[in-house]
């Protein structure tokens, strides 16, 4: 099993509906992140960085998009409660998945900046002689 299937497994049914949809909504704007838990939540990985990590809670699903992400979008988070790196969704609104998707363009946009500013590895020349 998927560790995203497996943690989303541990949450009552309306909880997994809320978790596979923004699993859904990521990976759609994603198709080349992986899969993994990090932190002990499900996240999505993309060359090699952590895109977004979201989890189940017992009042709202938790959307970690970084720092970054949240400050990108501050004026439509006005209506949840969030801090520096996360956002919280309650059980009983309806699921923003276009904010969550707008969220994930930008982390998408952040790591692919990233990843193509990373400095190419050289070999180590070999000292003359």
Known sequence: MNPIDAHIATQPPAVQTRLQAVRQTVAALAP???????????????????????AGFAHHIGLYPGADGI???????????????????????????????????????????????????QKPSKPPG
């Open 32 to 54: 080349l992140a992986v899969e993994t838990l990090s932190y002990g939540i499900p996240t999505f990985d993309l060359h090699g960085r952590h895109l977004i990590h979201f």
């Open 71 to 121: 400050a990108a979008h501050l004026d439509l988070l006005r209506p949840y409660k969030y801090a520096k790196g996360s956002v919280q969704f309650p059980h009983d609104q309806p699921l923003p998945l276009d904010l969550i998707a707008a969220m994930a363009r930008y982390r998408i946009g952040v790591v692919e900046r990233q990843a193509s500013a990373k400095p190419k590895r």
